[in-house]
């Protein structure tokens, strides 16, 4: 092995381990839309870290308030005491969430704001006297972190078939990518809406009355960057409703500002019972996440005697102070800056530069809302992901940073970004895409 000793103890996530370490890739500073790696490179961000810096790195107001809370209140235990800045961050998260969506739960995660968000739901039915409503359903090609409820109601077989059963009682809807019909939409998908009606099919398998929650990606990005075609989520919508089962919209990767607008409940103008948000809180620098709660489901908690706890859940870093500092931070930021609706500005002029790749060689698809965009490329028959993992080392080498997930390249900027450096990204990936066979 030719690899450094000193880089042997981690076991890095998400990562072909081995590779890494023969040609380690290492940032050792970052700010605004750039990284710069170990040797001096500058590498402009495509990827907004992990689809979390939505402002920017090392923005001076953010790394600041982290400072000063570290000086000021470094740790508050969670559970049955408090402190001045999760109540505000609460009310701050909510003011932005869709109207009737006004309770906040923290995580440190998107993982844990899933897992938070599906035991809300079983434990909301229960509490309401409809405890049989045990059922979980997820979509096929969904991603929802990697615990155990996440994976369950997750589709994505990788991240799955090494881990058992997982959860009893879990069943999918179909996903929704559909390239015969839709491939090179510009935005929504106009085909597609018919496959929320999937839900019936599993309504009719096992009826409603077992049924607690339906959890979706409004735009599944960890998949591929998958948009939700024209009134996919209305009828969704609509069947829930119709069923009174749950719907929870996963936005760790679409909230606060992905889209257009803060939630993209707001963009596709659809309001779930339950959002689960992460990343963009606290603009990617302090772990967080947060599950976003309807004041019905809420109040429906509110009852028994009063010195008892209502929800049994809650972590130690649950509003961590240093989480809320960053988070207020943050959203005094995207507020000064209007980073939450910056995408819908942008989305033209990123989806132009985008589909320009259109006709380039191994390239299927390309798919955006927002500032998110995806690229799929023909897969190499004898290796599945190589082919967009070389267009990432390319971009890479060419300093410019994007991410890939199966042959599928996928760009999510920060809200920052200017024209020039979106050209910049699609310039790069150009010459990466041509020059990788
Ligand atoms: C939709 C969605 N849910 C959950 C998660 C998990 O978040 P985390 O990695 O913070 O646990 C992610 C991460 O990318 C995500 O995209």
């Not at 839309?33 to 953010?62: E, F, S």
């Not at 409820?149 to 996903?175: P, W």
């Not at 299927?364 to 690229?375: F, K, Y």
Request: one cysteine or more; hydrophobic letters at 45%; a neutral charge.
């Amino acid at each position: 092995m030719t690899q450094d000793a000193s880089l042997d103890a981690y076991w890095m996530p998400f990562t072909a381990n081995r590779q890494f370490k023969k040609a380690p890739r290492l940032f050792t500073k970052a700010s605004g839309m750039h990284y710069w790696t170990d040797d001096g490179r500058q590498v402009l961000d495509g990827v907004a870290g992990l689809w979390c810096v939505n402002a920017g790195h090392a923005r001076p107001k953010i790394v600041q308030a982290i400072a000063s809370q570290a000086a000021e209140l470094d740790y508050a235990p969670p559970f049955q005491m408090g402190h001045p800045k999760a109540f505000e961050l609460a009310a701050r998260v909510a003011e932005l969430a869709p109207a009737g969506m006004n309770k906040v739960f923290f995580t440190n995660s998107g993982s844990e704001s899933v897992d938070t968000a599906l035991k809300i739901a079983l434990a909301y039915h229960r509490v309401r006297g409809e405890g049989q409503r045990t059922r979980l359903i997820g979509r096929e090609r969904g991603y929802h972190g990697v615990n155990f409820g996440g994976i369950s109601v997750g589709g994505m077989v990788a991240n799955r078939k090494m881990f058992g059963a997982m959860l009893a009682g879990v069943d999918h809807i179909r996903h929704t990518h559909d390239p015969a019909r839709n491939a090179f939409s510009v935005g929504q998908p106009q085909h597609g809406a018919e496959l929320a009606d999937d839900l019936e099919r599993l309504v009719a398998l096992h009826d409603a009355s077992t049924i607690a929650a339906v959890i979706v990606e409004p735009v599944a990005g960890s998949t591929g960057v998958l948009v939700p075609p024209v009134g996919y989520l209305q009828r969704l919508r609509e069947i829930c409703d119709k069923h009174g089962i749950l719907l929870i919209f996963d936005e760790v990767i679409t909230g606060f500002g992905r889209t257009g607008s803060p939630f993209a409940a707001q963009t596709f103008g659809v309001t779930p019972d339950l959002i689960t948000c992460a990343k963009g809180l606290t603009n990617g620098c302090v772990p967080a996440g947060a599950v976003i709660v309807k004041e019905a489901i809420h109040q429906t908690f509110m009852q028994g005697p009063e010195h008892l706890i209502e929800f049994f859940h809650g972590y130690t870093y649950s509003a961590h102070p240093l989480a809320c500092a960053a988070g207020l931070a943050s959203l005094d930021t995207y507020r000064e800056e209007g980073l939450l609706t910056r995408a819908a500005q942008l989305q033209g002029y990123f989806a132009e530069a985008l589909h320009s790749l259109k006709g380039l060689p191994n390239v299927i698809d390309i798919r955006n809302i927002g500032l998110v965009g995806g690229i799929e490329l023909a897969p190499r028959t004898d290796a599945p992901g190589q082919r967009a993992f070389d267009v990432f080392l390319d971009c890479f080498q060419a300093g410019v940073l994007i991410r890939t997930t199966g042959d599928t390249i996928a760009l999510s900027p920060p809200l920052i970004i200017e024209r020039p450096q979106i050209d910049q990204i699609v310039g790069t990936l150009a010459t990466a895409i041509k020059r990788v066979a």
